[in-house]
């Protein structure tokens, strides 16, 4: 296989010798995005939140993306999921700043930093599940959140995606 250059902004094609195009770089999808989490902090009752949102899937490098933009309090929080079974991850960044690992039944060190305040996460992922299609694909992940040794809680996030737009 061999990199060229295309056109563009930052955009290489990946090639087999032959010259059959395998795909771009930074091509990206535009998907809708139907949301569902639940947290369940230690002694409090579940809290449910839902969210229908436009986003990307973006193929780099042999690995799957998910990204997505949204606004919580007028502050703006950018989303991208890397859809791998074996080696997930959630990053946000802009108005809270987190980087989650996922792996199924096992532990990771993450971070989570809102304006002055930062902690290392411990994340305990009970369950990873990733259904890629060609235009759709969904995304579920259950764990459970520590720091310092305490649950911090417990969550769920299930994320059907599709090609198009709301």
């Known amino acids: 296989m061999k990199k060229a250059r295309s056109n563009g902004y930052n955009r290489e094609i990946y090639e087999f010798k032959g010259g059959e195009r395998m795909g771009t770089q930074n ?3 535009p998907v809708k995005i139907k949301l569902k989490s639940a947290i369940q902090h230690p002694g409090q009752e579940t809290d449910k939140y839902e969210l229908e ?6 193929e780099k490098l042999g690995n799957r993306y998910l990204r997505y933009e949204e606004e919580q309090n007028r502050e703006r929080i950018k989303t ?13 960044t802009g108005a809270v700043q987190m980087r ?11 971070t989570y930093a809102n304006g002055p305040l930062a902690m290392d996460l411990l994340i ?8 890629n299609k060609r235009t759709a694909g969904e995304f579920y992940v259950q764990y459970d959140m520590h720091s310092e040794q305490a649950l911090l809680g417990s969550y769920q996030l299930t994320i059907h995606y599709s090609e198009g737009t709301l």
Request: cysteine-free.
């Open 100 to 110: 989650l690992p996922l792996e199924l039944n096992g532990k990771r060190v993450g």
């Open 80 to 92: 991208m999921i890397k859809l791998d079974p074996d080696d997930a991850l959630v990053m946000r």
């Open 53 to 58: 949102i436009n986003g990307t899937i973006v």
């Open 27 to 29: 091509s990206a999808v």
């Open 124 to 131: 305990e992922t009970k369950a990873l599940s990733i259904k």
